[in-house]
Nanobody, 123 residues
Framework: VQLQASGGGLVQAGGSLRLSCAASGRTFSRYTISWFRQAPGKEREFVAA????????SYADSVKGRFTISKDNAENAVYLQMNSLKPEDTANYYC?????????????????WGQGTLVTVSS
């Protein structure tokens, strides 16, 4: 699976952005897709996931209620709608795919990664 993330940019605090992760290659529906982010000087952290099994979603506490992840198997795409953005959301955002179980937050469990897309939230 090849992943291509896009949609990042500069936005003021309180604004919104929609990130996209386009996939090509093997059957997309077989993969759990997650978003991670990494701010300068910080470790990569889990943001949100959509399950390959039943389409259920999971979110980091820091984004719950503000971010929404969705998956379109027909379009081979996953989206991350980000609302009420805060300066602390500033980071490179990465999408990742895996077809195995385990905690969503374990970055090492993902087999495929897209390149990052930079989100900058100004105060």
């Amino acid at each position: 699976v090849q992943l291509q993330a896009s949609g990042g940019g500069l936005v003021q605090a309180g604004g919104s952005l929609r990130l996209s992760c386009a996939a090509s290659g093997r059957t997309f529906s077989r993969y759990t897709i997650s978003w991670f982010r990494q701010a300068p000087g910080k470790e990569r952290e889990f943001v949100a996931a959509v399950s390959r099994i039943d389409g259920s979603t999971s979110y980091a506490d820091s984004v719950k209620g503000r971010f929404t992840i969705s998956k379109d198997n027909a379009e081979n795409a996953v989206y991350l709608q980000m609302n009420s953005l805060k300066p602390e959301d500033t980071a490179n955002y990465y999408c990742a795919a895996r077809n195995k179980g385990g905690p969503y937050s374990t970055a090492g469990s993902y087999d495929y990664w897209g390149q990052g897309t930079l989100v900058t939230v100004s105060s």
